[in-house]
């Protein structure tokens, strides 16, 4: 080995590596929200999330964090209330000195036919799964411009915001403001140094899911699913480690699909001419 290749190899730091980095995930005690949690860990980031009321696995969480070595801070309360999610940034920088990174993963499900759902059901989905997401960038914005050193923001949507699903409106309607509030973001935040991208889940084995996905639904994604089955919260957060790290830093205002290829199969059983 030559004397500049023994240098570069001594020098040289995956872009993946986010060993320094600090981490802000919502909605992280299970699910995707607590694999995304443990992948940032893994690749090195220092982690705080939040939960609502799964505290049990909310410590499961904060217990895989801890066993990757990484430092980790754990708050409880709702995103659909600004104050709260105020208080979870400020948990991270007290504890951290700053965030380089924010997931928006916070959501409840509703599969409600349109014309039976209450102005409740309405506002009270919006909450969390969209202003919640407001909220959330609101606050990361306002540290990472600050802090003057660019940063990360990572929003979670749905593939039903490019196939929308029957009695699922204030859901899909969330998805799609999401991706809305994403694109402008990375426009109007690009010359801060700040990436703002969406990662849009297909049909994932999660505890949001378990009521929703029954045999016969599951059937249904296992035929359609061109990789033949439903994916693991695992499968679906290794994307943001990408997303959140020096690799992905001049990749802005996209929505990265992770699927299984289901948004793209149109087959419907044509016979053969």
């Known amino acids: 080995m030559s004397d500049a290749e023994s240098r570069l190899s001594r020098t040289y730091r995956s872009p993946y590596d986010l060993t320094g980095k600090r981490a802000v995930i919502t909605g992280a005690s299970q699910g995707i929200g607590a694999s995304v949690a443990v992948a940032l860990a893994r690749a090195g980031a220092d982690i705080a999330f939040d939960y609502r009321t799964a505290t049990q696995r909310a410590d499961e969480t904060a217990a895989a964090v801890r066993e990757t070595g990484s430092r980790v801070v754990v708050v409880q309360g709702d995103t659909g209330n600004p104050a709260h999610v105020q208080e979870l940034a400020d948990a991270a920088v007290s504890a951290f000195g700053g965030i380089d990174i924010w997931v928006n993963n916070a959501a409840r499900l509703m599969v409600k036919p349109f014309l039976e759902m209450s102005d409740e059901d309405w506002h009270g ?38 196939q929308p699903i029957s009695e699922m409106c204030a859901y899909v309607t969330a998805k799609g403001g999401i991706l809305g ?83 793209l199969n149109g087959n419907v059983g044509h016979a053969r001419t």
Do not use: K, W
């Open 181 to 263: 509030m994403t694109r402008e973001l990375a426009v109007e935040f690009g010359p801060h140094g700040i990436t703002v991208n969406a990662l849009t889940p297909g049909a994932t084995d999660t505890p949001l899911n378990q009521v929703a996905y029954t045999p016969a639904v599951r059937a249904n994604y296992n035929q359609r699913i061109p990789l033949g089955r439903i994916g693991s919260a695992e499968e679906v957060a290794d994307p943001f480690v990408f997303l959140a790290s020096d690799a992905a830093r001049y990749v802005t205002g996209i929505e990265m699909v992770v699927d299984g290829g289901v948004v």
């Open 125 to 162: 989905l919006l909450a969390a799964n969209l202003h919640g997401y407001y909220y959330g960038c609101r606050a990361a914005i306002r540290q990472m411009v600050a802090q003057g050193e660019g940063g990360r923001i990572i929003n979670v949507t749905s593939i039903v915001d490019i």
